[in-house]
């Protein structure tokens, strides 16, 4: 982790630092900083100004951007962006980021991948009603026992797929110093 950290940070300094070198569509150039038509563009629709595209919200928006751009300048020229505190940010962020990123498109997956026949969906109802489980009819419980049984599906997949990441990794842990308990619980006092 800790050799990742750094590159994606000099990677996004580089990135956000050095526009796209254009300097017929340039619309904004502040020191070293420069934005294309289209990156302003973006980033107006993007932002709060952007709801309702007037001269004076693109002029508050740019007047917005402007500072923002020079209070960054101002923190990288005092070396913000290398103190220990900003970087350790920036990791849990990114790796919080990544973590949502892949976690979702394994869902994405999944939702593809998993299903569930109404046999399956039949098989589970006759086993309740047979267990005196069933307190409504095979039609009205049809959607719920189907989400029930997805979902279960869905939780199987997941657990296989954490499964094979474990299987197939270098895992090496320290019991020792991970499970000792500390006096006096979290502040050791």
Not at 9 to 23: E, Y
Not at 81 to 101: G, H, T
Not at 155 to 175: A, C, G, H, P, Y
């Given at each position: ?84 505190k900003f970087l350790k940010i920036v990791e ?98």
């Amino acid at each position: 982790m800790k050799k990742i950290i750094p590159i994606f940070i000099i990677s996004l300094f580089i990135v956000g630092c050095s526009g796209n070198g254009k300097s017929k569509d340039l619309a904004v150039k502040i020191n070293n900083y420069e934005i294309s038509q289209a990156e302003f563009e973006q980033e107006f629709q993007n932002s709060i100004f952007g709801r309702v595209d007037t001269p004076e919200s693109r002029k508050e928006f740019l007047d917005n951007l402007i500072n923002r751009i020079l209070i960054l300048q101002d923190a990288q020229n005092k070396g913000l962006d290398n103190d220990p505190k900003f970087l350790k940010i920036v990791e849990k962020f990114w790796v919080q980021s990544l973590l949502k990123l892949a976690l979702e498109k394994n869902a994405r997956d999944l939702d593809q991948l998993v299903s569930v026949d109404d046999q399956t969906v039949k098989k589970a109802y006759q086993k309740m009603a047979a267990e005196g489980k069933a307190t409504k009819t095979y039609e009205e419980m049809y959607k719920q026992l189907r989400w029930e049984l997805v979902n279960i599906k869905k939780t199987q997949v997941m657990n296989e797929w954490f499964s094979k990441l474990r299987n197939n990794s270098d895992i090496r842990v320290n019991k020792n110093l991970i499970l000792k308990v500390k006096q006096g619980g979290r502040d050791g006092k």
